[in-house]
């Protein structure tokens, strides 16, 4: 226990929550989509107050994980839920895929992933999905993921 300024005892469902939590971040259980999820959920419930005056500290001295990196794997689990949400049929296997998803407007998010499913080659780099990203929503003239002017 460290940097906690009021120590707070959590209700035996929310101490069950937080190690569920706990269990599923320290074995990465499926992938990263499970991971930022259980971050997520430990944040907004604030289920590290017991130990941690702040989520940001929890996050560094549980996890050695900085800020920047624990709201990427949110945000990331929060793209992968979108698009699963839209059933897209397709969705991304890593976070690569979603990076550059994540840049783009929760509403095009389906649109730009069906798209690049429909004209990618059949392994999705992060280096297509930022060109068709960036040639789509940036005003300029589409190209097709080749990187030919369409």
Known sequence: MSDLSQPNTLPATEQQQL??????IERGLKSFVDVGNSLRDIRDLRLYRATHATFDVYCRERWGATKSHVNFTIRAAGVHGTL????????????????????VADGDRTTVWDDVLCRAPKRITFKILDRFRRDSF??????????KTA
């Not at 699963?84 to 991304?92: A, E, I, M, V």
């Open 19 to 24: 190690s569920q939590h706990e269990l599923v």
């Open 138 to 147: 940036d005003g300029k003239r589409p190209l097709d993921v080749t990187g």
């Open 84 to 103: 699963s949400d839209n059933n897209c049929c397709h969705l991304p296997s890593n976070e690569a895929q979603i990076r550059d998803l994540g840049k």
